[in-house]
């Protein structure tokens, strides 16, 4: 659930310090290791050097790994293991009992290749102005089959991924198409040319016809210099919760009190996915940077030392998102994580007072923060959840529990509230204030005022 501009090979991201340097210590079966990069040996009786080793994140070391995942179900299977990092919370035990069986579990699903037609202006304004929508027939499937042979190839496929290809029908959208207010009120958002980013038409596995929710839903929004959708920031207006429960009382289907409780409590900007069914909102995040991730969700659920493991996840999210029905096609996941991978922030704010304001938040930033936020991204090693104390049923729960959360990055920070990782505390300041009521997190509460200012004009620069 995943552009702005990239130079190959590193992002505006690498800096001094590497991202995430402090993940945990590798389990003992260790990580699967990078495909070979090449053979760098030179031929008998040759006098030319060997070519160097890949540059580890880089676009042609993310490429040499293309192989391991499409071709090597052995190699699929030792990356999943490698990349959990409690292999016994639900997440990890329902992919190690379903993932990697070769002729069994999830591996022997249908592979789904569906149909596909984006919401664009004219299929928006046939639900708004309720007339039958475009129809289906003669669409072709939404993969050509064929494998792309460049990084840019990789990532123009995995951008359609990212905008087009279905997770799963959720019909209770098709009232936010038809209905334009109702749909602005949940966070369903029109691009400036008309077109709904993260909802499409799709042709089911039971040959009906339905809206369906993309990757793009959760992590494309508006700029709101009004330039259009920007792949990647989290919509924190979508209210996941009310488009339910909004549903539910429309059909007058009858619903327990506690999934009222539930998806009334999430808000916008939150939605809670965890198999456990348990009420753990979760703030949705933006996806930039993560080729330098070492650690994937809030909760650290999985080490991303290969691109294998973000791969690998969203696959095992496709599965699981379409009720085990199907499985998607494995060349499409590998180009949505190379384009995952791909993704940039926008530029940062302009700074535009004194040096020696900015000078200072740095320095109150490496001496206060800069322990856990430790990488060029601003985020870092798992901390306990007995060190960071902000509520603890994620970071301890059955379902992803690893004992702690990964430190929130800090890219383009001040345009990512609300905070924590259940986005708890409404702005910046807040979460500096001495005052605070929501538990947990204190660091950088102890400061004197001007110190506080200074940290703050340090954060918004990034």
Known sequence: MLGAPMVHGAT?????????????????CGTPE??????????????????????PWSDEWIDAHAGAYLDDPG???????????????????????????????????PEWNPRVRPID??????????????????????????????????????ARVFAELPLRTEPYWERALREPEYGDALGVERAPDGAVPGLVLVRDVDGTTGTAITCALCHTAL????????????RRRLDYGRARLDAYTARGAPLDPRSVARWTSWGPGRADVLEDVADVPIAIPDLWGLRHQRLLTQAGTLRHDTPLALAIRQETQYVQANHLR???????????????????????????????????????????CGRCHSNAAGSG??????????????????????????????????????????????????LLDPARVEPGHRFGMELDEAERGALLTFLRTR
């Open 121 to 158: 202006a004219a299929t928006a304004a046939a639900f708004s102005e309720g007339r039958v929508a475009p129809s289906m027939e003669g669409r072709a499937p939404f993969w050509d089959g064929v494998r792309p042979t460049t990084h840019e190839g990789w990532i123009a496929l995995g």
């Open 326 to 368: 199907t499985r998607p096609p494995r060349v499409l996941m590998w180009a949505l994580t190379v384009y995952l991978e791909s993704l940039a922030p926008p530029p940062p704010r302009a700074f535009e007072g004194p040096t020696a304001a900015l000078e200072q938040g740095a320095r109150v930033f490496a001496s206060t």
């Open 381 to 430: 090693a798992l901390v306990p959840i007995e060190e960071i104390g902000t509520d603890p049923e994620l970071a301890t729960g059955r379902a992803r529990g690893t004992g702690g959360y990964r430190p929130s990055p800090l890219v383009r920070v001040a345009d990512a509230a609300p905070y924590l990782h259940h986005g708890a505390v409404p702005t910046l300041e807040a």
């Open 34 to 55: 990078a495909p070979p990069p090449r053979d760098t040996t030179p031929a008998a009786g040759s006098d030319a050097p060997p070519d160097p080793p890949l540059r």
């Open 75 to 109: 190699a699929r299977r030792v990356a999943l293991e490698a990349s959990l990092t409690n292999a016994h919370n639900l997440y990890s035990e329902t992919r190690l009992a379903a993932y990697g069986q070769r002729t069994r579990g999830w591996d022997a699903l």
């Open 223 to 234: 700029d709101p210099s009004g330039a259009g959708p920007v792949p990647g920031r989290a």
């Open 12 to 28: 505006r991201l690498e800096r001094p310090a590497m991202w995430l340097v402090g993940a945990l210590a590798l389990l003992a």
